[in-house]
């Protein structure tokens, strides 16, 4: 029996059969080394469009739409794509956003963009800028939103891969493409853009720019042109949530354990697994900030003779964002607080309400409520100079490539923690119904038992403070060579393509960071803290929630007074608590008082710095082929990828000292001095894996042809995951077993087996309906858990990256997309698109009973209606997603977070009243769908939701 949703699936897709000709942003498949169609195909495909159309030349949206389907109709490979409507116009603000309406692709929101791409339900997507893998900092991917759309020619997903294509990405490939010279005509060429994004949530202000300048010219040694792009973006967002965090049991807090009803203590002991759950905390908040984007784009061709080109290329995509996160917390557990009018779920286990009061307001001991808040800075550059070399002669294409990327990702943070004076009790509910969705929601009140009041300064202590940095740096240097023969245009084999690449990555991550807490009679009022008087005052606006308004010290008083608070954090006398990340090898950790004696945070030797080196040398061979089965052509490629990956890791592991201090093996080992111990540890890598893949088009007609592929591909770990470095602490003494956490050396590459089909109908000009069914079988997912793991004989509960048991990803894509051209007079302007991806199975062997995939969403689909004429042009756009589990807790599985079902809509108008200029209107979430979170799969409590911005954005365009 069908399900309701699965009903809802099948009629949705019965309705977008029906429909059959809505279109969107342009779709496509092509294939990153494929050579060029031979003279049968470019016949076949005359003659489909002689059949379906006379010969028309378009602009805007009807020749993207076009050129976009003619790439995936002469494709060997599956992969689909958007290309930009006009020099700086993509159909949307940025890339994620843009790929959002590609079958199978599925992103998050935050910050007032598109985040968490997806393909096909799976993680790991691989970034490449004109085909080659690009990074940000230390890790294998970009951040598509730091790559302007305005810079771009068009984005391609590639589902799978062939052999010439760059291992890494099982999820799948996303390539940028820039424009170079020749993309344009042969003259000068100008063109730019300004735009303004209103946002409703924190009436936010985004202001958008980009030119280009190109031209091309005849000299007397070859053809030349040049291309300067620049963009600067400033991305302001105003984003609040209330949410709850990490349900867990009680076994670790004593005060609220012994608080429990009478007939639950025997089943919730200490430090034993218990079966009454509640979130640690609750908060709600905000989070504002800036993001400054400058980007470029450089280039130089050189066209020598009609067979040999040159490109000189430089890039660069550079970030500048201060992010706040402000929010007012109150932890019900790691507190003072006994517990009171305890409430459970429906499954009598799950705590839906409770009271935690102070006992003993007067012993300094407070309850943990307050406000928190994180002033971050966060840089990045990422640059990229290239070289190109191509030759074509006869039968024969050769082409060289060299380029160097330079990378750096910067962090610095500020963090205050204020707890209050005189809090007497608050109640959590954590499935209230005050709000417009189901959530947390807290009353506070003094000792008088009166609610409590925020707007007295007087009531805030600074309890602490904290100071930290990461910096990471990448290089990596590239050189590549290939080399096509074509054998014929009509023979069974085609093509023979061969080719080389070469890499040396080197990649460093420094992290430091140092606390001090003032306590007890230590404890310092807000007002008499160095820079305290001057503060914001912060209000969470989340619908339904009557959020109190609190102050926090401003981040321009906490930098000014600075050295003033190192004196205090450095003073024995005015220091309750402290640490850091520093270490000394002789004495252990560095006092907290010697860390904040000097200006700059010291880096630690621990998880979060390493350097290490990766090289990798590949080479691959491919043969394209075709051939009739009677009168049905068929063509494809087959080939296969061996790559060699060699180099090292470099980090510390941080031991407790084990000493057997009387030279008595019979009795147990006592920790010394230090208590901890660095030790520093080398991990060599050396690996090689083989990628075999095959494909073929089979062409039933001009216009149908059904297309079959496999590959095999592998996700090398990040290098923060395969790090050496573990961190081990001795524990708690009754259970004698030990904690600790750190990277995981063992780490395997996620290898993964990927089949697909798909069945396409081409007709009209830019039209298609294509049906794809896909499985997918990765072999290593890489997730962290907590687990039992003996070292030196003794036990510790460490949390680390793992590879997990083999899993499954299996679904079906349509879609159908099309002007409507049979339909009379302006009629015929209008066009559409509907896809549905429907991923029926996404599975991975997680501990515990929940084994959805992480990032899947069951199906997601698009809807959207166009009308284009050169001089106006409208689109709406309707997004939505279903729910999906945003992440896999290690502990109590069952309770894993799950993001709901996401909706959005989307429309724009362009007007072009003269031939060179654009005007536009655009709004985005017109619905204002917010993000609503839920703690498991059976929604076991409410984890809360994120407001999400509306916005209208205003816009020119000109090129001449």
Known sequence: MLTTRVSKTVLLAATGLAAAMICAPALAQETSGTPEPTAAEKAATAKAEAQSDEVIIVKGLRKSLKSAVDRKRNSKQIVDSIDAEDAGKLPDNNVNEAIARITGVQIERERGEGSGLKIRGMEDVQTTLNGSPNNTGVGRAASLNDIPAELLKSVQVYKNRTADQVEGGIAGTVNVDLRRPFDLPKKWTFAGSIRNVYADVGSTESPYASALVSKRWDTPIGEMGFLLNASFQKNNYKEQWVTSETPYDFRWWPTQLASLPADLQATNQPFQPGDVIAPYKVQNGIQVGTVKRNSYNAAFQWRATENLDFLIEASGFNADENRADDFLEARI????????????????????????????????????????????????????????????????????????????????????????????????????????????????????????????????????????????????????????????????????????????????????????????????????????????????????????????????????????????????????????????????????TEQWSTAEVQTERMMGSFTTQENTAAIYAQVFYGFKIGNIPVDGVIGGREVHTWGNSFSYDRQINWIDDDNDPNTDLVIGTPDQIMVPRTTELDYKDFLPSAHAVVHFTPKLQFRVAYSFNVQRPRFDQATSFTFLDAGNKSTNVGGGWGGNANLKANKEDNYDASLEYYFGRGSVISFAAYLKKPDGFIYDSTELETIDGKQYNITRPRNAS???????????????????????????????????????????????????????????????????????????????????????????????????????????????????????????????????????????????????????????
């Not at 190192?566 to 608590?577: C, E, G, Q, V």
């Not at 509907?834 to 501990?847: E, S, W």
């Open 806 to 960: 083999p899993g499954t990803f299996q679904g079906y894509e349509f879609n159908a997309q099309g002007f409507f051209d049979f339909l009379p007079g302006k009629l015929a302007n209008f066009g559409g698109q509907f896809n549905y991806t429907y991923n029926q199975v996404a599975k991975i062997d997680y501990p515990g009973d929940d084994d959805n995939a992480v990032g899947n969403s069951k199906y997601t689909y698009n809807l959207m209606l166009y009308y284009d004429t050169p001089q106006f042009s409208a689109r709406v756009a309707y997004n939505y997603r279903d729910r999906f589990r945003a992440w896999a807790l290690p502990e109590f599985s069952e309770y894993s977070p799950y993001v709901e079902a996401t909706s959005r809509l989307d429309a724009a108008v362009n007007w072009t009243p003269v031939k060179y200029m654009t005007l536009s209107l655009e709004g985005t979430n017109l619905l204002q769908n917010n993000t609503k979170m839920y703690w498991g799969e059976q929604k076991l409590l409410p984890q809360g939701m994120r407001v999400q911005a509306r916005t209208v954005q205003v816009s020119a365009r000109f090129r001449y």
């Open 333 to 592: 557990k790691d507190s003072p607080g006994t517990l009171s009018n305890i409430v459970f779920m429906p499954d009598g286990h799950t705590i839906k309400s409770v009271t935690s009061t102070d006992p003993n307001p007067n012993d300094g001991d407070i309850l943990p409520i307050g406000p928190f808040a994180r002033d971050n800075v966060i840089t990045t550059r990422n640059t990229r100079v290239n070289f190109e070399a191509h030759y074509n002669k006869d039968r024969w294409t050769v082409n060289f490539g060299a380029y160097r990327d330079e990378n750096r990702l910067d962090l610095d943070w500020y963090q205050q923690l204020l707890r209050m004076k005189n809090m007497g009790s608050v109640n959590f509910d954590f499935a209230s119904d005050k709000m417009v969705e189901p959530g947390p929601y807290l009353q506070f009140f003094d000792t008088a038992g009166n609610p409590y009041d925020f707007s007295n300064k007087d009531n805030y202590y600074v309890r602490e403070i904290e100071n930290g940095k990461g910096y990471e740096t990448s290089t990596e240097n590239v050189y590549s060579f290939d080399a096509t023969y074509r054998v014929s245009d009509d023979k069974l084999i085609r093509s023979i393509q061969v080719g080389a690449r070469k890499t040396a990555r080197d990649a460093e991550r420094l992290y430091g960071y140092r606390y001090a807490g003032f306590a007890d009679a230590k404890a310092i009022l807000l007002n008499d803290f160095p820079g305290g008087t001057n503060t914001n005052t912060i209000f969470a606006d989340v619908p339904g929630y009557q959020s109190a308004q609190w102050y926090r010290m401003s981040l321009d008083s906490y930098l000014s007074n600075f050295d003033a608070i190192r004196a205090l954090a450095s003073n024995p006398a005015t220091l309750s608590y402290g640490g850091g990340g520093a270490w000394d090898p002789a004495t252990g950790a560095v006092p907290a």
